[in-house]
């Protein structure tokens, strides 16, 4: 969709297009309502589905009696395990599938509570619901594991891709002066992006047209081009808008299949919208984890050896591994390590990427331990984090391409006013508030991928940036058009961005924090050949007032072509298009290796992650930095916590936009005080039912529980994380809150929590 609403004042004129505090362009859209997400699309002849779900955590379907159901005033189509839907299964994000698989998403095996296994289709949503009501199934239930510590849970199995060892850990560990040994919890969390899943799916002949909340629209086409066997490009996904993802809709769901089924089925439309308590398990959150972290230092407290195991649930017919050791390895220098990870299989959905997968609660058992070791050998918990900081990467053996922590902790520090805080815990306080300082750090992977852009210079001197890439609220329509005007020399409110579409060109998945990389580069490198283009047809058609003028380059600025030297001709660009007698300059760019151009490349690339280049593929080490301070109090009559100021520093490298890079460190910290503070998923161990499914019962903060946030960039362009030298902004910012706002509760209170959330039960 282009963006062609009047824009609001986004700068003042002294402000760069790249580096400037630009608001959104999408923002006067989305808060006057002209923005159409994509359950709001209009269509004609629509049916509504509505999902059936388990009663029981495991064991299989019976009979399911659809009777009264089909009976029901406009019903038009139940569907249940029976129904033959005619579906492959489709590939993994990295393109790899089964050959000739049948896919059921209503499948007859139950493998957790709340697992969809039925789906009504009737003329209204109100009808739907009801005859979704009248669907009687019977189960044969089979014994469940319900979580991590039930007692049918056991161990786990180990994932050998995660083992990552150096020097003799444990030897160094017991001859070690200062040993602190803990274990760390974090349960259940859920993405509860206010905007909730769903879809409207519409067939016309062997072409199918979903829109649905997207992070990847070319990834997701691909999946609903293999359920349906059906040629990539007879399929379009439409996302011009998110309400929200966190990692959560990247990816085809059964729903999705099961709607877009229906729709072929009936032969018409269909609008599926997944209800709130549905969406807690229609798909999946961030698994459980427990670690058990053991340092051994010297007096000091400078670190001899690291002992990390780790664990984390996964499903019982799928794999997704919350690595709890993601970022132990490479936070501090330590010449003796040993971590290892296990995968506890239990009746959940299959869990997923929720924002900063395995850095967050890596980074929480760390940072804990880490403030733990402080207190031990008597050092100040930033002076412990300096003594102790990494000058390269052990684990890959490369240098950091940037690497700011220590300026990070000093900015950090003095903004926040460190010094004036005093060692021992509840030592600090306001009338009857006990007070805590804490301080917590964290990191996050720079993943590379390519990207593909289309630019336009139209005959009216306006440009447009076309990409199927998505914007989900971190700002992409802003910084391409930022991109764009800053190479082309036009203002930023002369260009319009279209997104969020498969059918344009490709773009690789807004997720791992690598979206604003790939996407601006491939703008950059598209509207740098734009310029070239545009320059050499003034200097060498016919009718140009640049032909004669014996310059061999132009200028582009404000807007105008011009030769670079006082007194030569000086045109509009729409003057010039008028002159050249164009209506458009057009150029299409990718960032893929000369290895890669072509459609087979162009596919794996827009629609798998094979392409995508990890932290170390690279010469360096590449990854984002920062440092959390924070102060709580804590009510010393009721023990309520209150986090009452937060500072962050960040390396994050070249900041596109200052204010929407903000806005993505703001939020992510914001989503670390719920964190740490509130949000835990309840299950009911008879059952494996998600008791608080709903956001009354599963707490999210809010605006009553954010204090003043102040966050300061420390950060240095760097080149070896993406062509304009920008590195991840989006995640970063929720790595390392939790245990900053634990260490702070432990100096107000002298008790130390090590299960998330930290409530009054856990204080007394």
């Not at 004036?420 to 964290?442: K, T």
């Not at 100021?645 to 989503?671: H, T």
């Not at 910012?733 to 856990?762: Q, S």
């Amino acid at each position: 969709m282009t963006i062609v609403e009047p824009r609001t004042k986004r700068g003042d004129a002294s402000d760069g297009a790249l580096g400037g505090r630009f608001s959104r362009l999408d923002g006067r859209l989305k808060i006057t309502g002209g923005a159409a997400y994509a359950l709001e699309h209009p269509v004609e002849d629509l049916a509504y589905a509505v999902l059936v779900q388990s009663t029981i955590a495991a064991g299989r379907v019976a009979a399911v009696d659809t009777a009264k159901a089909e009976a029901a005033p406009g019903t038009l189509l139940v569907l249940t395990p029976e129904t033959d839907l005619g579906l492959k299964i489709a590939s993994d994000w990295y393109g790899n599938r089964p050959e000739d698989q049948p896919y059921h998403p209503l499948p007859r095996q139950v493998s957790f509570n709340g697992q969809t296994v039925a789906a009504v289709v009737a003329e209204t949503l109100e009808q739907a619901i009801e005859a979704a009501r009248l669907v009687q199934i019977a189960y044969e239930q089979s014994p469940a594991v319900t979580g991590l510590d039930d007692p049918g849970a056991g161990e786990g199995n180990l994932v050998d891709q995660f083992t990552a060892a150096w020097g003799d850990a444990e030897t160094a560990l017991a001859d070690s002066a200062v040993r602190i040994e803990a274990e760390y919890r974090t349960p259940r969390e859920y993405h509860v992006p206010i905007e909730p899943h769903g879809l409207v799916a519409r067939w016309d002949g062997d072409h199918l047209t979903v829109w649905e909340p997207s992070q990847w629209t070319h990834g997701m086409a691909r999946n609903y081009a293999e359920l349906f066997g059906l040629p990539d490009e007879n399929v379009r996904l439409v996302s011009p808008f998110i309400g929200g993802g966190f990692g959560s809709k990247a990816t085809v769901y059964a729903y999705g299949a099961v709607a877009a089924a229906a729709a072929r089925k009936l032969g018409r439309p269909v609008k599926l919208a997944v209800t709130r308590p549905q969406t807690f398990t229609s798909y999946g959150g961030r698994a459980a984890t427990r670690q058990r972290l053991a340092l051994g230092a010297n007096s000091d407290g400078v670190l001899h050896s690291i002992v990390h195991r780790g664990a984390s649930e996964t499903s019982t017919y799928g794999v997704f591994a919350e690595q709890t050791g993601a970022a132990t390895p490479i936070m501090y220098a330590v010449p003796n390590f040993s971590s290892e990870q296990r995968l506890v299989p239990v009746n959940t959905v299959t869990p997923g990427a929720l924002r900063a997968p395995g850095k967050n609660p890596s980074a929480f058992g760390l940072e804990s331990a880490m403030d733990e070791l402080a207190y031990a050998v008597g050092v100040d918990p930033v002076e412990i984090r300096l003594r102790n900081q990494a000058e390269h990467d052990r684990q890959s053996g490369k240098p950091w391409s940037t690497r700011r922590m220590r300026e990070a902790l000093a900015a950090g520090s003095e903004a926040f006013g460190w010094s004036r805080r005093s060692f021992e815990p509840r030592s600090m306080r306001d009338g009857r508030q006990l007070v805590g300082w804490g301080v917590g750090c964290g990191t996050f992977p720079v993943l590379r991928a390519a990207s593909e852009a289309l630019i336009r210079i139209l005959a009216d001197g306006t440009v447009e940036v076309v990409s199927g890439a998505i914007d989900m609220g971190q700002g992409t329509y802003t910084i391409l058009a930022q991109t764009a005007a800053e190479v082309l020399g036009v203002p930023v409110d002369q260009v319009e961005v279209r997104l969020g579409d498969s059918s344009l060109p490709g773009a690789t998945v807004a997720g791992g924090s690598m979206l604003a990389g790939a996407i601006t580069g491939a703008v950059y490198k598209a509207a740098t050949a734009a310029r070239e283009e545009l320059i050499e047809l003034a200097l060498s058609e016919t009718g140009s007032p640049f032909r004669d003028t014996g310059a061999n380059t132009l200028v582009l600025a404000d807007g105008r072509v011009s030769v670079p030297r006082d007194g030569g001709p000086s045109l509009t660009i729409a003057e010039l298009m008028a002159a050249l007698g164009r209506d458009r300059v057009e150029t299409r760019r990718n960032t893929l290796p000369e290895a890669d151009q072509g459609p087979e490349g162009h596919k794996r690339a827009w629609t798998t992650m094979t392409s995508i280049q990890g932290p170390t593929a690279g010469e360096y080490s590449v990854h984002s930095w920062c440092a959390h301070f924070v102060e709580v109090k804590v009510d010393e009559d009721f023990g309520t916590i209150r986090v009452s100021r937060f500072v962050s520093a960040f390396d994050c490298g070249r900041i596109y936009n200052p204010k929407l890079a903000e806005s993505q460190w703001r939020g992510g910290i914001i989503m670390g005080i719920g964190q740490a503070l509130l949000e835990e998923g309840l299950v009911d161990g008879r059952n494996g039912r998600i008791i608080n499914n709903n956001l009354a019962d599963y707490l999210v903060a809010t605006n009553a529980d954010v204090p003043d946030i102040q966050v300061i960039s420390v950060g240095i362009p760097d080149l070896d994380a993406s062509v304009l030298g920008g590195k991840g902004v989006g995640e970063i910012g929720i790595v390392g809150v939790a245990p900053a706002i634990a260490n702070a509760v432990f100096h107000a209170t002298g008790n130390r929590v090590r299960d998330l959330p930290i409530t009054l039960e856990k204080l007394l």
